[in-house]
């Protein structure tokens, strides 16, 4: 399987601020890779998707870069409603894989 | 607007078999994949599988190849994921989630707890 490795594992930040999680594909994936945010007790939602797509409703402020094996998710201009974890996602293999996750506090 | 909505929980015992479903609603059933990804509590998401609805065809992750089996009823546009021989660390929220169009899983039904305890 394609292994996901996100970092950081965990990132405390202020209203405001600007955020960066990385995740890094195993091997090539082009750009088939996913940014999910997960509240506690929810399902996950689409926030990006092809790498630097932003899903239909998602606010502006969710940003996706990379292609290959490097991938970036930023968040700019951070506010209250934007904690929670965050999980990259590939689907480059039949075998999907997900990172471990990026805890985000405010 | 498009719903997954998955039945209750489930208590079940170590080596017995649970059935979660998924009715999906507000799109047209044949038209996208049909996925499982697990969550353990506290832990990460795992992949389990997809279904084609409009032909039953199936994809696993290797690592439930043979415990794990997909499978819709068109007329009730309704997956089900059945798991077997269930083991403790097999307790987790079940989710089932739409492909989208064009990448990602875009739709997601609410989660079903399945405990596995003697």
């Known amino acids: 399987d394609i292994q996901m490795t996100q970092s950081p594992s965990s990132v405390s930040a202020s209203v405001g601020d600007r955020v960066t999680i990385t995740c890094r594909a195993s091997q090539n994936i082009n750009n088939f890779l996913s940014w999910y945010q997960q509240k506690p007790g929810r399902a996950p939602k689409l926030l990006i998707h092809?790498?630097?797509s932003l899903q239909n409703g998602v606010p502006a402020g969710f940003f996706g870069s990379g292609s290959g094996t490097d991938f970036t998710l930023t968040i700019t201009n951070l506010q209250p409603e934007d904690f929670g974890t965050y999980f990259c996602q590939q689907t480059y293999s039949i075998s999907q894989t997900f990172g471990q996750g990026t805890r985000v506090e405010i | 607007q498009v719903q997954m909505v998955q039945s209750g929980a489930e208590m079940k015992k170590p080596g017995a078999s649970v059935k979660v479903s998924c009715k999906a609603s507000g799109y047209s059933f044949n038209d996208n994949f049909v996925n499982w990804v697990r969550q353990a509590p506290g832990q990460g998401l795992e992949w389990l599988g997809r279904?084609?609805?409009?032909?039953?065809?199936?994809n696993y992750a290797q690592r439930f190849q043979g415990r794990v089996t997909m499978t819709r009823d068109t007329p009730t546009s309704t997956i089900y994921m059945e798991l077997n021989s269930l083991r403790l660390d097999d307790a987790a929220v079940y989710f089932c989630?739409?492909?989208?169009?064009?990448?990602?899983?875009?739709?997601w039904g609410q989660g079903a707890l399945v405990t596995v305890s003697s």
């Open positions: 092809s790498a630097s």
């Open positions: 989630a739409r492909s989208g169009s064009h990448d990602g899983l875009d739709y």
């Open positions: 279904i084609d609805p409009k032909s039953g065809g199936t």
